[in-house]
T-cell receptor, first 113, second 113 residues
């Protein structure tokens, strides 16, 4: 079992709709959760971080965390063509590697006009 | 604006050459990381460092070494480049005691011929 799992996609969403990206993780001790956006040929860019159960909103983005289910999600409202990218879910490691982040392999999102 | 700077955007080297990839951050971060990213394999951790002169192996350290003589600089060394080391190399940094997320450099696309 991978430590951080994501559906690789592609996920195709019409412009203006809500895009929903999901991620599960295996380590119950994880404390910090991140979503990165990566455009083709570019490096990952941190767009959301969440540390406690519930929802966290930032503009059109909402991160959701459910530690009991070991589940993290990212919602993108009013999807735009510029949101087309690969989205990486990431989770902090445990113990002495608490500062190390484990990345999922990413979900490719395509927003169709 | 905080930055992680990688010395080269594109690099072409010959098989057997010794290759140096340089990374400099101006955020006074303790942690620095080197990843490689390949299609279908996601981000794979090569080496990381928690402090000057400290280093730890990541998931795929074979064929690589690192050097951290100053806090702001973390170098990745390919001792004898091989074609299977053709990849996108990403440097990242973060604060020590809690991962607020990494800041990535722009990446170096290395081709070994």
């Amino acid at each position: 079992q991978k430590e951080v799992e994501q559906n690789s996609g592609p996920l195709s969403v019409p412009e203006g709709a809500i895009a929903s990206l999901n991620c599960t993780y295996s380590d119950r001790g994880s404390q910090s959760f991140f979503w990165y956006r990566q455009y083709s040929g570019k490096s990952p860019e941190l767009i959301m971080s969440i540390y406690s159960n519930g929802d966290k909103e930032d503009g059109r983005f909402t991160a959701q965390l459910n530690k009991a289910s070991q589940y993290v999600s990212l919602l993108i409202r009013d999807s735009q063509p510029s949101d087309s990218a690969t989205y990486l879910c990431a989770v902090n490691g445990r113990g002495s590697s608490a500062s190390k982040i484990i990345f999922g392999s990413g979900t490719r999102l395509s927003i169709r006009p | 604006d905080v930055k992680v700077t990688q010395s080269s955007r594109y690099l072409v080297k010959r098989t057997g050459e010794k290759v140096f990839l340089e990374c400099v951050q101006d955020m006074d971060h303790e942690n620095m990381f080197w990843y490689r990213q390949d299609p279908g394999l996601g981000l794979r951790l090569i080496y990381f460092s928690y402090d000057v002169k400290m280093k730890e192996k990541g998931d795929i350290p074979e064929g690589y070494s690192v050097s951290r003589e100053k806090k702001e600089r973390f170098s990745l060394i390919l001792e004898s480049a091989s074609t299977n080391q053709t990849s996108m190399y990403l440097c990242a940094s973060s604060l020590f005691d809690r991962p607020y997320g990494y800041t990535f450099g722009s990446g170096t696309r290395l081709t070994v011929v």
